[in-house]
C-alpha cells in the first residue's frame, strides 16, 4: 500500500510517499526557515502565503522521486492539526481536492502523534508497549501507546514548549532563528556547568513539563551579568553579553532543558516499564539530549533518522497507513482544519 502523506501545520511544506507503513519511497521538503529568520520566529501569514505558492510542486516532486503516478497511491494522509490554522488550512484544502479529483480515501492525522510514527522507518521498527517523548518547537508530549492506534497522554508542558523555549533564549542571546541548532552549536563552546538554572517543581507524580519559568531565570541571570533592568529580550541585551557569556549560558540552559526531558522519561519508564521508548520531534535531534536520555534509561533508543525528526510528510505518511489498514477513512467533505486538536 502506497500513501501520499501532507504536511503543512507550521512552516515546513512537506509530502512523501510512504509504502506500508514502513518506507519512505520519497521525503520533499520545502523549508520556510530563511524566510521567517528575518522576523526572529515564524510569520504565521508570511506561512501560509509560501504554503500556497508551493504545495502542489512539492506533492509533484514527491511521487516523481518515488517513481509514482496517481494510479500507485493507494490513499492520502493530512495533517489536520494542530497547528497554525493558515497553514493547515492549505495543506487541508489541498489534500481534499486531491483526494475528491483521484477518487483517494484521505486519513486525517494528528501531527503531535504522527511524529512517534517517523521511528516506524527505520530498520529495527520498535516494540509496543511503547512509550514515545514527542518534542519539538511547538509542543512537548509523553505518549503511551498499547498498539498503532492505541495511546493516550501521560504529560505535556503547561506553559512554552521545549522548542520554543529554545527559540525564545536563542533571541536573548542574540543567535539565530532556529533556536535549537544556534543553541546547540554555541554550548559546544561553552561551560554547561557555568550558570545553575532552576527546575520545575510539578510534583513527584507529575508527568508534565515547564519551560516558562526557566526562560524567565536565564533572562535574569543574563541582567544580572550585565546589568540592566530589561522586562523582556531586546537587541540591548545581546549587544552587552561577551562571546563566553553566550556560550555558557547556551550550554547551561540546553543541559537543564535536557535533564527535564530525560528525567521525566525516565521517571515514566520506571512507573509503565514499556518494551520500547523513542524520541520524536525536532528536539530529537539535540545531541546533547540523546546523550542524557542513553545515560539515564537502561534500554536501547530507538531515534528516526535526522530527516525525519522535524516536520515531514513521511511520518504523516506512516500514520496515515495504520488509519487505512484500521479502516478510518474520512469524508473529504467533512474533513476540517483544527489547530487546537487534541490527542
Known sequence: MKLLGLETSCDETAAAVVEDGRRALSNVIASQIDIHKEYGGVVPEVAARSHIEVVLPVVHEALARAGATWDDIDGIAVTAGPGLIGSLLIGTLTARSLALVHHKPLYAVNHVVAHTYANMLITERPEFPLLSLSVSGGHSHMLWFDGPLEYRLLGRTRDDAAGEAFDKVAKMLGLPYPGGPSVGQAALHGNEQAYQLPKP?????????????????????????????????????????????????????????????????????????????????????????????????????????????????????AMGYELAAAGRAIDPLTLKADPSLAI
Open 201 to 317: 517543581q510539578l510534583g513527584s507524580d507529575s508527568l508534565d513539563f515547564s519551560f516558562s519559568g526557566l526562560k524567565t531565570a536565564v533572562l535574569r541571570t543574563l541582567q544580572a551579568e550585565v546589568g540592566g533592568d530589561f522586562r523582556t529580550p531586546s537587541a540591548e541585551l545581546p549587544a552587552r553579553l561577551t562571546p563566553q557569556h553566550v556560550n555558557d549560558m547556551a550550554a547551561s540552559f540546553q543541559r537543564t532543558v535536557c535533564e527535564i526531558l530525560a528525567g521525566r522519561l525516565h521517571q515514566a519508564y520506571q512507573r509503565y516499564q514499556p518494551k520500547s521508548v523513542v524520541i520524536a520531534g525536532g528536539v530529537a535531534a539535540n545531541a546533547r539530549l540523546r546523550q542524557e536520555v542513553s545515560r539515564r534509561l537502561p534500554v536501547p533508543m530507538h531515534y528516526a533518522p535526522m530527516e525525519y525528526c522535524t516536520d515531514n510528510g513521511a511520518m504523516i505518511g
